[in-house]
């Protein structure tokens, strides 16, 4: 498998193959997330290809402070909120920095799939950077230039509105 390193200084050649290595590498986890933000398949292609475009055009200024797949996450995550105008509301009222119990039932994968889809954008897109992508507040209040208090309170939102989604079925 070709390094991180050697990746980057082929695309900045300009080398296909490595273009193709790099995109390989990283289409399936940034399809995933694309879609998971936006909601619709055809705006994660959308997304996805909107996104690799700038990435290699702009990979010359990827600095490694990062590891190059939480540098293309930022983009992606970028690229799905602008797709789908995002709007992340601030001060949802009742988050009062409790934690939401899950209960012991099982969950059928599939079905939480479909409730995690289901929620209102801004609610999606900070459960999906949280839960799934493990994101901290902190990180996620700095990509989506909101304040931690309100990434706190929407992931708050989505978690009780999860709930009651997938307690009623």
Not at 22 to 49: C, E, H, P, S
Not at 115 to 140: K, N
């Amino acid at each position: 498998m070709t390094s991180e390193a050697d990746l980057i200084s082929g695309c900045l050649l300009n080398d296909r193959i490595a273009q193709r290595q790099l995109y390989d590498r990283y289409k399936k986890a940034m399809y995933t997330l694309a879609y998971r933000i936006t909601g619709d398949f055809d705006d994660a292609n959308d997304v996805l290809q909107d996104a690799f475009l700038e990435i290699f055009k702009h990979l010359n200024q990827f600095r490694g402070e990062s590891t190059l797949g939480a540098w293309i996450k930022q983009i992606i995550v970028r690229k799905s909120m602008k797709k789908k105008r995002l709007v992340i509301w601030e001060n949802v009222e009742g988050y009062m920095g409790e934690s939401i119990d899950w209960g012991e039932s099982e969950i059928n994968a599939a079905h939480l799939e479909t409730a995690i889809l289901s929620l209102p954008d801004g609610f999606r897109t900070i459960f999906v950077l949280a839960e799934v992508e493990g994101y901290t507040h902190r990180e996620i209040a700095v990509m989506l230039k909101i304040s931690e208090g309100t990434s706190k309170s929407q992931l708050f939102h989505a978690k009780r509105k999860l709930r009651t989604m997938l307690s009623a079925n």
